[in-house]
């Protein structure tokens, strides 16, 4: 589990909910099913609208990458491409035919294959680049799924809030009747206010953090590649990709 997004949800929850409590409110309160209806699926269908369906269906399933922290160890990594490097010098570049089926990652799989089957270093970064440029596109448009339903909540929960007062008219004889149906009628931008600032927004960021991640360890798998097609030295090979890493950190840093 990635333990940021779970220890952070908590206390966006637990902070509203505490306030909620001490001012003498009941969760029952704000919990209002037709309200839920009115945002989320308001909001969904507002993201249908501005996306195609296949990149809606698939930022659902990216969503899972929000709690799971299944990156891969960059460190490993680097470990792995000397590896390659020291038998590669060693035995030569063929000799790592035998490690193709013992790869899991299927960047780095094709990229050595590719390497293996004699592939000039500059045509292997003419084939592989844009397969980098693809991913790194599709990521940014995940992404932009979750900022947009950021944008939508809100204004989806006033729309919502506006067909509870509407409602509410209706009752002006009944001075109880009114009072409870404003309360309820605003819970609906609560939950459009809170889904986008606790949930949209931050997926959209944290996805785009991991993106850019995996998007710097594919680069750093291509030029290992290459530098091992080109017989670099295995211990300057390490030092060139732990270069790599030390400006992902400093990036993360940045953004933090």
């Known amino acids: 589990m990635d333990k940021s997004t779970i220890v ?3 206390f966006a929850l637990g902070g509203i909910v505490a306030g909620l409590i001490m001012e003498g409110g009941r969760i029952a309160q704000i919990l209002q099913p037709t309200a839920a209806m009115i945002v989320f699926g308001g909001t969904l269908g507002a993201v249908m609208v501005q996306f195609p369906l296949p990149i809606v269906v698939q930022a659902f399933k990216q ?13 490993a990594l680097v470990r792995e491409l000397v590896k390659y490097a020291q038998r590669a010098r060693v035995s030569g570049i063929v000799s790592l035919d035998s490690e193709l089926r013992k790869i899991n990652d299927p960047f780095l799989r094709k990229t050595l294959m590719l390497a293996v089957d004699g592939t000039e270093p500059q045509e ?9 440029d693809i991913h790194a596109e599709r990521s940014e448009k995940i992404a932009q799924v979750f ?9 989806i929960g006033i729309i919502g809030a506006v067909l509870g007062l509407i409602q509410v008219m209706q009752h002006l004889g009944n001075i109880d009747e009114v009072g409870r149906g404003i309360a309820v009628a605003f819970v609906a931008t609560i939950y459009g206010v809170g889904s986008a600032n606790i949930l949209f927004l931050p997926s959209s960021g944290k996805l785009k953090i991991k993106s850019r991640n995996e998007q710097v360890l594919r680069e750093m798998t291509l030029d290992g590649v290459i530098s091992i097609l080109e017989g670099m030295n295995p211990r300057m090979l390490e030092a060139k990709l732990f270069g790599y890493l030390v400006e992902q950190e400093q990036a993360e840093l940045q953004k933090a």
Request: proline letters at 9%; zero cysteines; charged letters at 25%.
């Open 147 to 155: 900022e947009s339903a950021g944008g939508f909540a809100p204004t």
């Open 124 to 132: 292997l970064r003419k084939i592989m680049e844009p397969e980098l």
């Open 63 to 75: 969503l899972a990458q929000v709690f799971l922290d299944q990156s891969e160890d960059p460190t």
């Open 8 to 10: 952070g949800i908590f």
